[in-house]
């Protein structure tokens, strides 16, 4: 009997499994689908489902002019926004992905602009030499010379009629006439490009300069010695005109674009995957032996950033247990049950946060977020993890962030951040509502009393906004 599969709950798993086995349409629709659903939360999935979504749509764009994708990423990434507006790790790597596009695009330009302008001096040249230096696929060093040698054959035969006139002048003198004759035409042959050394008793023998269109191009091969260092000519010279060689790198150009940007893409791919380490490779610069360090939200990248420095420092961590979002996980630590959050890739539950962290032999300590100005105190420093990045240097946090920010402010403990740069927004906190995003108001007050909750107006917000005076220091992967 065969075994059932394992259902995949609607998430970013599900969403990258989609990718690859659906229309590339039904996939956007389904992603709108899983944003608008919360199904996909936080920055980090966010972050991944539109840049593998959006390698899904170059790859299977067939476009002729760069004007036509550009604008179909645009059209895909303004539907994904609007889904989720509050998500602006969308709207980062969309815009990454347009600049990548149109660098691209302005590096093929100025590769052509280089490629004509060598051309064009290359044609503005004087001699054989020069054109032949530039071109190796231009004819040999004989072949070039071969004009020159024309030159010097006509003079010879204007010089023999010259003579021929002054014989007639003086008619009675046939000795004179015989004499100038055999002395033009004892001088060597000249050197031209079929030229053969094939004469009997190795001597040089000369095709005339009116039957040269009639002969091949191409030498026997009797006519150049073995020992000889000539080149191989070419069979055939086709004229090569400065319009058709300014085609030919436009044309590759184009051909390649579409694999360049794949390979930028797939590196913002790899970029994301890499920030969590190359973040926490600056942690012993920053941690020292014996401090107290204060965290918050369970971030996945503070955990790295912690263990980093774990393995060369002696510290303690005090983690807010960021009630009431979080608190339930740390109930779950404290009872000895691990409870995961499958779709929840942005931040590891607290359990296996303190699970990590003691198991690298840190001393961690839970507290709950009213304790927090209370040990501030004692701190050393406050390290934190942050859903987005504005324009002004403030951040969007995970609840209860900007308390301990105050806190640490007047207690004069720096605040730093880990922040990777896919989450550094352009956007401005004008509108400090729309950035602030709130949650299920059950988990503050529950609806059981109903006689109370009809008298009251509660709100239980998902995040924080940190004004950029808070903070002390912001580290990334760059």
């Known amino acids: 009997m065969p075994s059932a599969a394992v259902a995949i ?9 989609s990718l690859k086995a659906y229309p590339i349409d039904c996939s956007i629709d389904y992603f709108i689908a899983l944003l608008k659903r919360r199904q996909i939360r936080n920055s980090r999935p966010c972050a991944i489902a539109t840049i593998q ?36 790790a969308v709207g980062n790597i969309v815009r990454r992905v347009l ?7 302005e590096e093929g330009r100025n590769s052509d602009r280089i490629d004509g302008s ?31 040698h024309a030159r010097a054959s006509s003079g010879i035969h204007e010089r023999i009629a010259s003579l021929h006139l002054d ?67 070419p069979d055939s010279l086709p004229p090569l005109s400065h319009h058709h060689v300014a085609q030919i790198p436009k044309a590759n150009h184009q051909s390649n674009l579409k694999a360049d940007i794949i390979n930028g893409i797939e590196e913002i791919i790899d970029e994301i995957s890499q920030v969590d380490d190359l973040i926490a490779a600056c942690a012993p610069d920053h941690i020292h032996s014996n401090e107290i360090i204060l965290t918050h939200s369970s971030s996945s990248t503070v955990q790295k950033f912690l263990l ?26 404290i009872a000895g049950t691990v409870k995961s959050h499958a779709n929840n890739d942005e931040d590891t539950d607290t359990a296996s946060f303190q699970k990590a962290l003691t198991a690298a032999g840190i001393s961690v300590i839970l507290i709950p977020d009213s304790a927090v100005f209370a040990i501030m105190s004692r ?41 990777g740069v896919y989450k550094l927004s352009p956007k401005y906190p004008f509108d400090l509502e729309s950035l602030i995003e709130y949650g299920d108001a059950s988990k503050v007050f529950a609806y059981e009393d109903g006689d109370l909750v009809d008298r009251v107006s509660v709100e239980n917000p998902l995040f924080d906004y940190v004004p950029a005076e808070l903070v002390d220091l912001y580290i990334t992967n760059l």
């Open 53 to 88: 979504l959006l390698l899904r749509v170059v790859s299977a764009f067939k476009f002729t002019d760069v004007e036509n994708l550009i604008a179909r990423i645009k059209l895909v990434g303004r539907r994904i926004q609007d889904a989720q507006p509050r998500e602006l």
């Open 167 to 233: 014989a007639d002048s003086n008619s009675g003198d046939d000795t004179i006439q015989k004499s100038a004759r055999d002395q033009a035409l004892s001088r060597p042959p000249l050197l031209t490009s079929h030229t053969s050394r094939a004469g009997a008793g190795g001597g040089l023998t000369v095709t005339s300069m009116f039957s040269l269109l009639s002969h091949p191009l191409t030498p026997s091969p009797i006519e150049i010695p073995p020992d000889s260092n000539a080149p191989n000519l």
């Open 118 to 148: 060598s051309i064009s001096e290359g044609e503005g040249s004087s001699g054989p030499a020069t054109r032949s230096a530039q071109d190796p696929s231009q004819p040999s060093t004989l072949q070039n010379q071969a004009p020159e």
């Open 99 to 105: 600049g990548l596009i149109r660098s691209e695009i």
């Open 379 to 419: 701190v050393n420093k406050v390290i934190l993890a942050t859903h987005i990045v504005l324009a002004n240097g403030g951040l969007v946090a995970p609840a209860g962030a900007r308390v301990i920010a105050k806190s640490a402010k007047v207690h004069q403990t720096p605040v730093v951040v880990l922040s």
């Open 308 to 333: 980093r420095a774990a393995a060369k420092r002696k510290f303690t961590v005090i983690h807010a247990e960021s009630h009431p979002n979080d608190h339930e996980a740390t109930h779950a630590a």
């Open 9 to 17: 709950s609607p998430g970013l798993r599900s969403f990258l499994k």
